[in-house]
């Protein structure tokens, strides 16, 4: 009898604990009400290495204090959060769930986000999603880069020749007011092992390692920044014209856009612009100095490692689309915006974006650059003002 009774009691406690396995299984899984994004691992180290060292149409890449590869991303750096939970949710949705992670990461010591598998599929997805992430829109008018506008708030990134590879860079370092923020979106990304890294540097691991004289120098005197561009559209090398610089046909426009940031400009006979303007290779944000201007990107000695440059044929420095001095209007010596190249791609990391990545940086801490790449890659571009 008793052993009737434990069976008995065994019999029920199974079917029981069926019944909840039951229960369990076809609850149905209940959507979050709201977005929500979440930190996760990536295996950087399992990217293919990119060469650097004696990289065609890199300048100075030949220098042995350049390393031989681009370093990938390091744990945590930068961090990548992705969605988490289930649910349909549209671009102001996410817009409002990375607000969050782009103060606490971007905004902080980090300065650098990858959000990656958001659903934005389209430049229009990725124009809602900035324009309600609470940013601060900053046009690029003036700017340097070649560039075309897609859609409300978006540019391409530069359509610079794909072969070219370009140094890392504080966006915009030589004008005022500059990008506080920097979001890129992936539309298309390079094949694998086609090149086209996206390039990361900090700017504070690079004054830790740059020369202190040479620092001095640059503290001491500043950056002249030197543009000349044509009328046309057919400037050198294909580089913007003033009017797709300034996106006007109107000189009295640009004249206007010169004084109210204290340039210098002077127009040719045939109606090219050249115009000049110092700036401080040093910056104070949030209390601290930052190394922060583009004194060996935009030097005249870029234009040698295009691929289209031809020797026989070069144009003075003055006369290229652009070229950096000391702020007295000396030059400034191949041996330091060598030195500044070597430091800069010891702190440089990469990695290749994917489809619909957004990267976002905080322009103060973190440079920018790219590879070279063959085959198609197209990155979109939104530049945010500090709202300080």
Request: aromatic letters at 10%; hydrophobic letters at 35%; a negative charge.
């Given at each position: ?183 890129f979106y992936c539309q298309e990304p390079a094949m694998p092992g086609h ?58 426009d640009v004249e206007k856009y010169m004084t109210s940031r204290g340039m ?125």
């Open positions: 009898m008793k052993m009737l009774q434990r069976w008995t009691r065994q019999l029920l406690q199974v079917q029981a604990s069926r019944l909840r396995c039951s229960s369990f299984a076809s609850k149905p899984h209940v959507a979050s009400a709201t977005p929500v994004l979440q930190e996760t691992p990536v295996d950087w180290g399992s990217l293919p290495p990119a060469r650097l060292r004696g990289r065609r149409y890199l300048v100075g890449s030949d220098s042995p204090g350049v390393p031989e590869l681009l370093q990938p991303p390091r744990e945590g750096y930068p961090p990548v959060y992705v969605p988490a939970g289930s649910g349909e949710f549209s671009p102001e949705d996410w817009a409002a769930a990375a607000r969050d992670v782009i103060g606490k990461v971007v905004d902080g010591r980090i300065g650098a986000v990858l959000f990656r598998g958001l659903p934005l599929h389209t430049a229009a997805d990725f124009s809602r999603f900035v324009s309600n992430a609470g940013l601060s829109l900053m046009t690029y008018e003036g700017g340097a880069a070649m560039r075309t506008n897609v859609t409300d708030h978006v540019d391409t990134a530069s359509i610079e020749h794909p072969a070219i590879s370009m140094e890392t860079h504080n966006e915009m370092s030589y004008t005022q007011p500059y990008p506080e923020k920097i979001l090149g086209g890294e996206s390039v990361m540097a900090d700017v504070r691991e690079i004054l830790r390692k740059l020369d202190p004289s040479v620092v001095d120098k640059f503290r001491s005197l500043g950056v002249r920044y030197h543009r000349h561009l044509p009328e046309s559209s057919e400037a050198f090398h294909g580089f913007n014209s003033w009017k797709d610089t300034f996106r006007t046909d109107s000189r009295d210098t400009w002077r127009w040719a006979e045939d109606w090219a612009l050249s115009w000049w303007c110092n700036r401080p290779a040093m910056t104070l944000y949030k209390g601290e100095w930052l190394w922060f201007n583009q004194a060996n990107v935009l030097n005249a000695d870029y234009i040698a490692s295009h691929p289209e440059y031809n020797s026989s044929h070069s144009t003075p420095a003055h006369l290229s689309p652009f070229h950096t001095y000391y702020g007295d209007g000396s030059d400034i010596e191949p041996e330091v915006l060598q030195h500044i190249r070597d430091v800069t791609w010891q702190a440089a990391v990469g990695f290749q974006l994917q489809r619909r990545d957004v990267l976002v940086l905080n322009n103060m801490y973190i440079q920018h650059g790219r590879l070279g790449f063959t085959g198609n890659r197209r990155l979109l571009v939104y530049l945010a003002e500090s709202d300080a």
